[in-house]
């Protein structure tokens, strides 16, 4: 797979950004973040910051775009904190169509990364609760998505395909077996989470959630979020299914080391600041609070299952490293099921 950055063409760029009263630029700058295959500028002129993306192959749906597109005008209407859409000066629509692309251009909001405190995890907390009141009364004419991390037929084809996927590493040779048992093991692992989850989730009245709700989508300055970005995975699910990966991406103890040095256990002070910054605003039922420690399993062998299985690794790190730390975090969350619905308040 070619995880070489894609890049504006000269002529690209001049034919796009003729469709949009922008201002003249000071600056045209790469900006790196997010998928490599998704082309970002941002651009400079006197009327302000703004950034200009390409979307990627995949998640270049019109429909799909313009559904997030139609969300992000509610939640501004709420004053829910999400970058301003730029609409093309000659288009109906708030997406612009050219070149066989899709783009889309927002106002740029400056903020810092998520810095770990237990303060700005309990304002991450907080700020999902509130996304999750503004979306109540949203109504489209585009269908919202649906499927997710939970029971998921794709993540089930990736932990079959991971083996022959990963095996090709430097890391792998020789650990082929141990490589086939770890998939096996996830896979196990993720079954039954799913089933344990099922029937309960199935009787739960679906909302709009975020979908992606993890610290890199988030910009603060101090304690308060400025910005929440990315609504590309927004779809119609239980809220809970956002709580709980949102609580696995906030509470996940890494370390500067390889992942299967990482230590197994999860920060049980953020579970605790993110299940309180929620409950500010919106209760927890107890119901939900059972649901969480199973469906954080799903999520973390689903987070990793797709990348390894298409490149045999996850960003940096080989598969096979990954694969055992997850497994690892599997046995904690096992383990910890019970401590874990006390630091949700059960």
């Known amino acids: 797979m070619n995880d070489e950055p894609e890049r504006f063409a000269p002529e690209e760029l001049a034919i796009v950004l003729s469709h949009y009263d922008l201002g003249v630029l000071d600056s045209a700058k790469e900006f790196q973040a997010g998928s490599c295959h998704a082309p970002k500028l941002l651009l400079e002129s006197p009327k302000g910051k703004f950034l200009l993306k390409r979307r990627a192959a995949g998640k270049n749906d019109p429909f799909r775009v313009a559904f997030a597109h139609a969300l992000i005008a509610h939640l501004r209407e709420k004053g829910f904190p999400c970058p301003a859409v730029v609409s093309p000066r000659d288009q109906d629509t708030s997406l ?38 503004a979306v109540v009364d949203f109504h489209t004419e585009w269908d919202p998505p649906t499927g997710s991390y939970h029971d998921s037929s794709a993540v089930r084809s990736g932990l ?20 086939l048992q770890l998939a096996q093991e996830l896979h196990a692992s993720y079954d039954e989470a799913a089933d344990a989850v099922r029937a309960e989730l199935e009787q739960t009245e679906p909302t709009i959630i975020h979908g992606d709700w993890h610290p890199g989508n988030l910009l603060f300055r101090g304690e308060r979020i400025v910005a929440v970005l990315d609504l590309d995975a927004a779809r119609l699910l239980p809220s809970v299914v956002d709580v709980a990966s949102a609580i696995t991406q906030f509470s996940i103890v890494r370390s500067d080391s390889a992942p299967d040095a990482w230590p197994e256990r999860f920060d049980e002070q953020r579970i605790r600041a993110f299940a309180g910054g929620y409950e500010t605003v ?13 469906l954080m399993v799903e999520s973390l062998v689903a987070e990793a299952a797709l990348p390894i299985a298409q490149t045999g690794s996850l960003g940096r790190h080989p598969g096979l490293g990954v694969l055992r730390m997850i497994a690892g975090k599997i046995r904690w969350l096992r383990q910890s099921a019970d401590e874990i619905r006390v630091c949700l308040g059960a």
């Open 96 to 133: 612009l169509r050219a070149n066989g692309h899709v783009y889309e251009v927002f106002e740029y909001v400056e903020g810092a990364r998520y810095d770990g405190s237990l303060k700005q995890t309990a304002r991450a907390g907080l700020t999902l609760a509130a996304f999750h009141d």
């Open 282 to 294: 919106r209760r927890l039922g107890d119901d939900e609070r059972g649901l969480i420690p199973d």
């Open 160 to 179: 079959i395909e991971i083996p022959t996927a990963a095996s090709g590493h430097d890391s792998a040779l020789g650990r082929e077996a141990e490589l």
